[in-house]
């Protein structure tokens, strides 16, 4: 390259440049020249308009909260709606010093500290302009005294607002939930999914349960109001107006009058019951118990009731049927029979001669039987009929631990329900991975044995227990479980429903499903162990009983309930589902501290049946110590008092 | 001695520039009292904040330029990797990640590639020989979409997207070619509307808010509209300094920061919005002239990229508080309150006045 053409080149490029950035000068000055007659048309033709809004008055964008949808049950009866009540509310910017003003206000009207707290933490979270409440639920007294003095106060004024509340009060509290004052962490998550802007002027938010998982929909749209205040503070005009769309009505497949069956049926024990149609996986029953008045937490929990709630021994807050995790025990064992059976192991006419105990090879370790002597010849049939242990033992073992969790996991154990809502727990389906992850420990064959009777590292809630027996009551068609059947327009009344949605699908032999339900039909008939739950009973149910322990038994030690304390008894448990040939309802029900599923958690279940099968109710609650007496008779069978 | 010394240290000042730079600032100094409830202290921090960037601007200015072009690469790469540990390591501060911690200090990497970006591309382009071919601009486009997707990614989308117009200048500067230039806009004109369909109802919606502010009048349109009463109200002479009504009242959010041209317009009117905008205008246009006469093909990208940068900060900004333009957030340059974008931005006017004061004499 020589001299020259470097030279030209040079010049050429420099030409090139020089002329885009020419180029880019006219673009900049096009540019400008747009600001320019923005700030002609703004600031010259548009002046007076501005002026007007501006100086003279101000306007103040008012939101208009909707109302927040009702939950309803399948019936129509309401479990949560909204009322009307006075609020006392400040608008800081009118208010010359709002600690004056809030002092001058309590001559008259109460204002307790806890309001002052309130109203600090709402006025830090919003525009000066914006009214934030001093004072809630003012009756009609207090609301009288503030309007004679009105006068005196600038800038505060009584409004209406909505408030929620629910008629049933403890009736399916866990389920409902409960919306309560937005806080920080709410804000976090508002403004994170940019939903802040439609919460201006909302001050409640679901905290739990359907309150909280069908939030977006019982919300509903915020409209809002832009008006001209003048000097004094007054609305002069609205300018325009936006009407807020109201949230969606939400209606339940709960059945309220079974829901509370359910509840009166515990008597004083703590437990969970959940009763899910198996065709649809509607929820019919969500009950946890002790219950408590979500009505306590809208507003805000006073600091006593909240502490004797949290701090009861009981936990009366705590969501047992998606929260709390109990072993499966003997309920487990129809799964377990259906696995060998489809894995090919102990078709009838198999049998087994059960001497009381199972023994590992080249082990003297022995796996007790609840029975002692044993069963005697038994079948798979009269192995879930009898919950001989010792018959499930040996056909865990035979079928490894890795074949028999991943048949059962078919059943929802060890992962969500998916149920309608929030945080729910999975339990646990151990498996050797598992244990490796967790414990650094290589799995025992001893370990597999017990998981055969649901003992062991084998967890579930009382909710993933009910979709078990529903999944299998619907031969192996799981339904998603959930709570709202569908939800209306509050609007215009239209129902959209919440669609059945199957979620897994495991084929099964007919004739194997036909042994493991014979075997569970035997259960509640005379020589099964839960014969006094079926008598009398115009329907074949079929169930099975379970009990888990609470504290572990040592090898050769005998388990004696009259020595050990009440808290440490064993957890009884019990699932269920009718007709058996044709099943419409399928139930589980654990009873803490119940001892044996047949006598405790059983009875629950045959009274949601009888309710939900032949609409009979029960007779009107008797206390505990006598409803043991008069609705479970004594055993007729040995059977009864073990598993 | 004390003469020589005097003109030791304005040997590579632009007198032009800096003294339109300084009036710009001082007049944000006044606004910024204003904005501020007349808060002395804010005004005074602010003062602190331009004399650390004017410092920092003298440095740029007496290093010469071929320093910087070899510094190019290195700082690119440096601000990479510091955007790559934002993202798995950064700190998160009102929903963004763009802070991160070292040692002691916390330092925001996006502000450190809004230079080394545009000084990457331009030392780039500067090294190809004369003819620049397709994959040439291909391969520029990609140094700089990179740290573009991670910035959008924090998210900052005003500062992702003043260094995508920073990198797009030197593009358009180096010679991208009209035919593909236009081809990208008819493409993109022919886009827009399939994308469109495509779109969620909810994501269509966030963008007619956009531009449309008044269909979220509490939410995202509520600074829009109170910034256009607080303009439009000023009239042709304004309220007077210290006198806007919607400014001093509390119904104008960010008013020291992004929106704080709202509160200038209110106050100083039509006549003062023009005249900041020509103050604006010779800033950009020396910066022009500036790259007219630089010397080589990197000074010459550079002090362009850097010079349009700035016009891109003023034209967003204020298109957004008059309303124009959809809310990115982006300061009004020398104008807003803050230190970390006012050191970029005098950072970026010392490298134009080491570019124009370092010319070797050269006979042509």
Known sequence: MNYRSELRNYQLEQHNFRLRLAFMAVLVLVCFGILGSRFFFLQMLKYDYFQTLAENNRISLVPIVPNRGLILDRNGVILAHNFFAYTLEITPSKVKNVEDTINEISEFIEVSAADRKRFKKLRAQSHSFESVPIRTHLNEVEAARFAVNRYRFHGVEIRSRLFRHYPENNLGAHMLGYIGRINDR??????????????????????????????????????????EIDADGHAVRVLSSTPPVPGDNLILSIDSKLQRIGEEAFGDHRGAMVAINPKNGEVLAYVSQPTFDPNLF???????????????????????????????????????????????????????????????????????????GGHGQVDVQRAITVSCDTFFYGLALDMGIERLTSFVSHFGFGRKTDIDMKGEMSGLLPTPEWKWKRWKQRWFPGETVITGIGQGYTLVTPLQLAQATAILANKGVAMRPRLVSSIQDARNGVVTPNPAVVVDRVTLDPHHVEIVTQGMVNVTLPGGTAASVGAGSPYAIAAKTGTAQVIGIKQNEKYNESKINERHLDHALFIAYAPADDPTIAVAVIVENGRHGGSTAGPIARKIMDYYLLGKEPPPPVPAADAAVTNAPEPAHEEELHD | MINRFGSYVVRHIDSFLMGSLLFTMLVGLFVLYSASGQNVDRVLSQAANMGAALAIMWVAANIAPQHLERLALPLYILGMVLLVGVFFFGEISHGARRWLHIGVARIQPSELMKIAVPMLLAWYFSRRDNTLSLSNHAIGALLLAIPVAFIMKQPDLGTSLLIASSGFYVLFLAGLSWRLLIGLAVFAGVMAPIFWTMLHDYQRKRIEILFDPYQDPLGAGYHTIQATIALGSGGMAGKGWLHGTQSQLDFLPERTTDFIFAVFGEEFGLMGNLLLLLLFTLIIGRGMVIAAQAQNMFSRLLAGSITLTFFTYVFVNIGMVSGILPVVGVPLPLISYGGTSLVTLLLGFGILMSIHTHKKLVTS
Not at chain 1, 189 to 218: F, P, T
């Open chain 1, 186 to 227: 709410d804000l976090t998550a508002l403004s994170e999914a940019n939903e802040l802007s439609n919460y201006k002027g909302s001050d409640h938010i679901g905290k739990s349960g359907l309150e909280q998982y069908y939030e977006r929909q019982l919300h509903g749209t915020t409209g809002f109001q832009q008006v």
């Open chain 1, 298 to 372: 809208v507003d805000g929990i006073d600091s006593e009731s909240w502490k004797a709630l949290n701090e009861s021994i009981d936990k009366p807050l705590i969501n047992r049927p998606m929260r709390g995790i109990y072993p499966p025990g003997s309920t487990f064992k129809p799964f377990v029979a259906l696995a060998g059976l489809e894995a090919g192991k102990r078709e009838p006419p198999f049998s087994i001669s059960d001497p009381g105990y199972f023994m590992l090879p080249g082990s003297s370790h022995r796996y007790r039987d609840w029975k002692p």
